[in-house]
């Protein structure tokens, strides 16, 4: 197999002497020699370092005070405009309404340096922070490099997020300068973030400074030699900041380092999808979720970044399809919901042309469910099918593809090099076989590095390592197979992930909580194989007024996340320490049996419970 996993393969083999019986050897090693691991992942992919380490990993039982690449220094975007000199597009980019564009490399690295001189002007320093409110569009791809290339901090939220949503992300991290695009389109409809923009600015007393990308969007074909500086950074210095979902309040502002970024995406991308120098790579996202982050390293690969801007079902389900056609796409990526919809009621494109070019079809956000992955396979009989799990407190995922090994369908091929993952039961002990919680014995490269605002690392420590001492936590619901696959049952939280846009269930509490007629609610997404619903259930002792309720939902938190059913309920149920029962609830609503679903010795109110495998029954 001529992949870029037989390739490090071979490169071990030369270089170190090292050969390897099977993945779960090579794996081992990556685990147990994490130095020489990760020194191998530089020298193989020839990543540039501005200044070398001469201690590459030190392990410390506390994972927060493990260190990597001590006093090393590189830059992100100096290794992506590395590959300047390719002949290939740096990206390729379509909106909805048809609008096609291929932009050089050396046309971004234009507008980055565009960019970067507007930033120093405003007096943009290195550790400052620079938000975007922006749709996904090639701009933001080179506002993103021209902040990281002097050392500044990124964040960014899509605009399908209300003021709250957004508010609570940015005021926390205080930042400097804001890139925002004034108006978009979604579904054939156009939107004015004008008057949540001005708002935004007025409440963050740090922004001193904005940009409104829609006046600046033209890319020039230059033919000039451009000449980017590049600041070098601190191995562990922030790259950009990502924001957890909210469900237990406000998002945590999850903190990344720039060379574990660098690393680990390098090894994602390449040697488990499969991803080389000169392929086209897509993977829908908007810019407020992970993967907006993870697709763009696939241009520190030398890879064509492949970005579509618009609903990923507007005007018809097969608009996607006919992008690929025109991008000759090589890596498609997409939620688990949208293939399942795609099976479901397949469009005429996936009948009527030949995606033998496809190479990958990946597959986040929630578990590819056994029938769907077998429906791709129909579709798509050339391509590797491939499923990552992992997420925004990392960046990437711990379980994802094997370029050289057969997918069993419903099932996540392998642990990823690097990542020490075993399955542990309630009482910290692994098992095979048997469902438990997904766990990192080890430290792992894009653990983040702090949290912001966190003093002495207190949410650090409660959301990672409060179930197993010095044990990484991660909220996964899996088994492990015998042949080493992953099945992913669901997460331990209640995060909504629709269509790229990732909310947190107390973000749509927190938004109608005012209203009259809300005594309590109740949030859940089924995203089963029989149901793809968001229910909202409601408490309420008068007249529900349902219109209202989604256009709360609608301006205050993200269109995605209007219910599809809001049904009224008598009681909302709560445990004894008085949280909300969400996963439980999901669970019974999913059809797994209610004594496996949940104790209502747990419970405060156990009785409450009747009422939803009562609904189940006759509802659903």
């Given at each position: 197999m001529n992949t870029v996993l037989t390739k490090y393969l071979n490169y071990l083999k030369s270089k170190y002497n090292l050969d390897f019986d099977s993945y779960k050897e090579?794996?081992?090693?990556?685990?147990?020699?994490?130095?020489?691991?990760?020194?191998?992942?530089?020298?193989?992919?020839?990543?540039?370092?501005?200044?070398?380490?001469?201690?590459?990993?030190?392990?410390?039982?506390?994972?927060?005070?493990?260190?990597?690449?001590?006093?090393?220094?590189?830059?992100?975007?100096?290794?992506?405009?590395?590959?300047?000199?390719?002949?290939?597009?740096?990206?390729?980019?379509?909106?909805?309404?048809?609008?096609?564009?291929?932009?050089?490399?050396?046309?971004?690295?234009?507008?980055?340096?565009?960019?970067?001189?507007?930033?120093?002007?405003?007096?943009?320093?290195?550790?400052?922070?620079?938000?975007?409110?922006?749709?996904?569009?090639?701009?933001?791809?080179?506002?993103?490099?021209?902040?990281?290339?002097?050392?500044?901090?990124?964040?960014?939220?899509?605009?399908?997020?209300?003021?709250?949503?957004?508010?609570?992300?940015?005021?926390?991290?205080?930042?400097?300068?804001?890139?925002?695009?004034?108006?978009?389109?979604?579904?054939?409809?156009?939107?004015?973030?004008?008057?949540?923009?001005?708002?935004?600015?007025?409440?963050?007393?740090?922004?001193?400074?904005?940009?409104?990308?829609?006046?600046?969007?033209?890319?020039?074909?230059?033919?000039?030699?451009?000449?980017?500086?590049?600041?070098?950074?601190?191995?562990?210095?922030?790259?950009?900041?990502?924001?957890?979902?909210?469900?237990?309040?406000?998002?945590?502002?999850?903190?990344?380092?720039?060379?574990?970024?660098?690393?680990?995406?390098?090894?994602?991308?390449?040697?488990?999808?499969?991803?080389?120098?000169?392929?086209?790579?897509?993977?829908?996202?908007?810019?407020?979720?992970?993967?907006?982050?993870?697709?763009?390293?696939?241009?520190?690969?030398?890879?064509?970044?492949?970005?579509?801007?618009?609903?990923?079902?507007?005007?018809?389900?097969?608009?996607?399809?006919?992008?690929?056609?025109?991008?000759?796409?090589?890596?498609?990526?997409?939620?688990?919901?949208?293939?399942?919809?795609?099976?479901?009621?397949?469009?005429?494109?996936?009948?009527?042309?030949?995606?033998?070019?496809?190479?990958?079809?990946?597959?986040?956000?929630s578990p590819l469910f056994k029938e769907t992955n077998i429906g791709l396979n129909k579709f798509f009989p050339r391509s590797h099918i491939i499923s990552l799990s992992g997420g925004t407190d990392v960046c990437t995922a711990f379980i994802g593809g094997n370029p050289n090994d057969y997918v069993i369908p419903g099932e996540i091929q392998c642990k990823m090099l690097g990542a020490s993952i075993e399955v542990w039961d309630e009482n910290g002990k692994e098992v095979k076989n048997k469902m438990g919680e997904l766990v990192l014995t080890k430290p792992f490269i894009s653990m983040p590095v702090y949290l912001w605002n966190d003093k002495n690392f207190e949410k650090y420590l409660s959301s990672y390592f409060s179930k197993y001492k010095e044990v990484w936590n991660h909220g996964d619901w899996v088994t492990e197979t015998e042949n080493g696959g992953i099945i992913i049952h669901g997460r331990s939280d209640s995060t909504l992930n629709r269509y790229g846009i990732r909310i947190g269930t107390s973000e749509i509490y927190s938004a109608i909580e005012e209203l009259s007629f809300i005594e309590d609610s109740l949030i859940i997404h089924l995203d089963n194989a029989k149901n793809n619903r968001l229910i909202l259930f409601v408490k309420s002792k008068t007249l529900i007024e349902n219109d209202k309720l989604k256009i709360i939902i609608r301006q205050k938190c993200s269109p995605r996340h209007v219910p599809d059913s809001i049904v009224k309920t008598p009681d909302i149920p709560y445990t004894i320490s008085g949280k909300k029962v969400e996963i439980p609830i999901k669970k019974i609503l999913s059809g797994i049996d209610p004594e496996k679903s949940v104790s209502k010795d747990s419970l405060r109110n156990p009785e409450s419970i009747d009422w939803f495998l009562e609904f189940y029954k006759t509802q659903l």
């Open positions: 090579l794996h081992n090693w990556s685990i147990n020699e994490m130095s020489n691991f990760w020194e191998s992942i530089v020298s193989f992919f020839n990543i540039n370092f501005d200044v070398s380490s001469n201690s590459i990993y030190k392990f410390n039982k506390n994972f927060i005070n493990s260190s990597w690449f001590v006093d090393s220094q590189l830059s992100y975007s100096k290794n992506i405009f590395k590959n300047d000199k390719l002949t290939s597009p740096a990206i390729k980019y379509q909106d909805e309404n048809g609008n096609y564009l291929e932009i050089s490399w050396n046309s971004l690295k234009n507008k980055t340096l565009e960019f970067q001189d507007l930033l120093t002007k405003n007096n943009i320093k290195m550790g400052d922070r620079v938000v975007g409110y922006c749709s996904n569009t090639p701009e933001v791809v080179a506002a993103f490099l021209a902040v990281n290339s002097i050392g500044a901090v990124w964040s960014s939220c899509s605009p399908d997020f209300g003021f709250d949503s957004v508010y609570d992300r940015f005021n926390q991290i205080e930042p400097k300068f804001l890139f925002y695009h004034s108006s978009y389109s979604y579904g054939g409809k156009n939107f004015s973030l004008e008057l949540k923009v001005k708002k935004l600015v007025n409440s963050i007393d740090s922004i001193s400074s904005s940009l409104d990308l829609n006046s600046k969007s033209k890319f020039v074909n230059v033919s000039k030699k451009i000449n980017l500086n590049f600041v070098p950074v601190d191995f562990n210095h922030p790259i950009w900041i990502l924001f957890s979902s909210g469900t237990t309040g406000k998002p945590k502002a999850i903190v990344h380092r720039t060379g574990g970024m660098i690393l680990e995406h390098f090894k994602a991308l390449a040697i488990h999808q499969n991803v080389d120098i000169s392929d086209s790579y897509f993977w829908y996202s908007t810019t407020g979720w992970m993967m907006w982050n993870y697709s763009l390293s696939s241009l520190l690969l030398g890879s064509t970044l492949c970005i579509y801007n618009g609903s990923p079902v507007y005007p018809d389900s097969g608009v996607l399809w006919r992008f690929v056609k025109k991008s000759k796409i090589n890596h498609f990526g997409h939620g688990a919901v949208f293939y399942q919809n795609q099976i479901s009621n397949p469009p005429k494109e996936l009948f009527s042309n030949d995606f033998s070019y496809i190479k990958t079809i990946g597959s986040t956000g």
